[in-house]
């Protein structure tokens, strides 16, 4: 486990809210120089503290409306491989995340659709035809809440 001091803290805690920041912005910000606060991020990087920087994309501004959470439970564990159930789920373009769980159901997938007729259609023809899918429940998203997490 990586050691963080309060700076780390905040350069983590300012890239989480706009990972498009500059070295030289950050280091505004912190009171440090551009390339102190270069280093430090760098420094994060490489101690895997860090998994690169993501664009954040709304999916409702390009039409998908609908989120809903799927929890999977497979039938014939054995007979389907869980990477094969997970290669096939994963190239379904609507499933944004696949994530294998522990409890009632064994797979989590976050779906995006345009309208729930949409989230219908993806869920009769490409989830329930996967092999090894048996029971399903959904969860429709109703409105969400980003949070800062363990760097509060």
């Known amino acids: ?80 491989s869980l990477e094969d159930f997970e290669r096939a789920v994963a190239a379904i373009p609507e499933v944004q995340t696949v994530q294998h769980v522990l409890g009632l159901y064994d797979y989590r997938l976050r779906v995006t659709a345009r309208d729930l007729a949409d989230f219908e259609r993806v869920l009769r023809r490409r989830i329930m035809t996967l092999p090894g899918v048996g029971d399903v429940e959904a969860n429709v998203l109703l409105s969400e809440e980003r949070r800062a997490g363990p760097l509060g």
């Open 1 to 80: 486990m990586t050691l963080l001091d309060d700076i780390d803290r905040a350069i983590l805690r300012a890239l989480v809210a706009d990972a498009s920041q500059s070295a030289g912005a950050i280091g505004r910000a912190l009171g440090l120089s551009q390339p102190a606060a270069w280093r430090r991020i760098r420094r994060l990087e490489e101690a895997g503290v860090m998994r690169g920087r993501r664009l954040g994309v709304r999916p409702e501004a390009l039409g998908f409306g609908v989120t809903v959470f799927l929890g999977v439970k497979l039938a014939t564990k054995g007979r389907v």
